[in-house]
Each structure stands twice: as C-alpha cells, then as structure tokens.
C-alpha cells in the first residue's frame, strides 16, 4: 500500500530499531523478496489460516489467497528471510491443527504462531461467526501440545495463551504478549500511524 515502505524500513533500520513484517504474504515476488533480505528483518510473519486452501480463502474472504500466500513464503525461502508463520484460531480450523503442524513441518519455516481471535477488522464483525470461546481455544491447543510432546511436529511453536492460568506445564509453547504496554515495541499502520500495539488497530 505504501509506496515508499522500504525506505521507511531502511531509515528505521538505520535507527537501530529491529524490523518485524506482518503479512499476508500475497503481494510477495521475488523483486519483493529481494528487497525485504536487504532490509534484513528480524522475522517475517506470514498469515496463514489453514493448510486447505478453500478454508484459508474463506477466513481471509479472498478466492486464490492460499496460493499468493504460497508463493510469498517460497520467495522470501529462496531469500533465506526468517518466517514465522501464524494461524488465529476459529471454529474454521481448529479441529484441523494437527493436520496443518504437519504441513507447516513440510514449509520449513522458523516458527509457528497460533493465537486467538482479537476483535480487529473483519473479526469485530463476524466474532459471533467463526470466534472460538476460550476453553475451547485451551482445548485446541491443549490437544496440540500432546502431538508436540509425542515429537510428532517439529516446528516450534508459540501461542499467546496465558497457560499459567489454567496452572498447565506446556514446554512445547512459548508464551508470547502485547509488548507495546511496557515499551518493547510500536506499530505503524500503512496509513501512517503510530499504535503502542497492533491490537489497537
């Protein structure tokens, strides 16, 4: 959307402020690629929804987007940009995570996010539609976490629920938080604007 995007990375870069990109990866060719591996980012968060590809169109309300977002993640590979990919739970996916750790095993990427719905964008209108309540968001993952302590997945894997609430011992997870509340990190929108967190979007 914006234009001049890599150079607002460039002189954020030249600040000495780590880059993390948020994307979902359909607009991502190799000239793109190319110029993200100059910018060197930390890490690139690709959204991926589901490891069928009807499903993804549907959660991200585009037909072909499982394909553009393929090809994203083969471009900045063949770059060898660090990708972590990240999937919001729904009643969409959720009975189908097992299944997609293993496909995800097969992308060869660095890491696995998997999260809950926050009520940004389109999910603030269709939350009653596809939101998941939160013991079944824990029940999801919960089931996850047995596949990954039968070292079923390889991919590691991070989520943002808090497990130390439901007092469970999960060492497969990494539990990850809104950092723009103690000033870890800040968000700009395409449009320009500076959020505490992306959450706030």
């Known amino acids: 959307i914006r234009k001049d995007i890599f150079e607002i990375m460039a002189y954020t870069k030249n600040k000495g402020i780590g880059i993390n990109i948020l994307t979902n990866g359909t607009l991502i060719n190799e000239e793109v690629a190319s110029k993200i591996a100059e910018i060197s980012p930390q890490i690139v968060q690709i959204s991926l929804e589901s490891h069928v590809s009807s499903i993804h169109d549907k959660i991200r309300g585009?037909?072909?987007?499982?394909?553009?977002?393929?090809?994203?993640?083969k471009y900045?590979?063949?770059?060898?940009?660090?990708i972590e990919i990240?999937?919001?739970?729904?009643?969409?996916?959720?009975d189908d995570l097992i299944e997609?750790?293993?496909?995800?095993?097969?992308?060869d990427v660095d890491h696995w996010k998997v999260g809950n719905l926050f009520k940004v964008g389109r999910a603030n209108e269709n939350e009653q539609d596809i939101g998941l309540s939160l013991e079944e968001s824990v029940e999801a993952l919960f089931q996850l976490d047995i596949t990954y302590s039968e070292k079923s997945i390889k991919t590691p894997l991070k989520t943002n629920i808090l497990w130390d609430?439901?007092?469970?011992?999960?060492?497969?997870?990494?539990?990850i938080i809104c950092?723009?509340?103690?000033?870890?990190?800040?968000?700009?929108?395409?449009?320009?604007?500076?959020?505490p967190c992306d959450r706030l979007s």
């Open 62 to 73: 585009k037909e072909g987007a499982f394909k553009g977002t393929m090809e994203g993640i």
């Open 76 to 82: 900045l590979k063949s770059q060898g940009i660090p």
């Open 86 to 94: 990240s999937t919001v739970l729904t009643k969409y996916n959720s």
């Open 100 to 107: 997609m750790g293993h496909f995800i095993d097969t992308l």
């Open 165 to 175: 609430s439901f007092n469970v011992s999960t060492p497969s997870y990494r539990t």
């Open 179 to 195: 950092g723009g509340d103690i000033g870890l990190h800040f968000y700009i929108m395409s449009n320009g604007d500076v959020l």
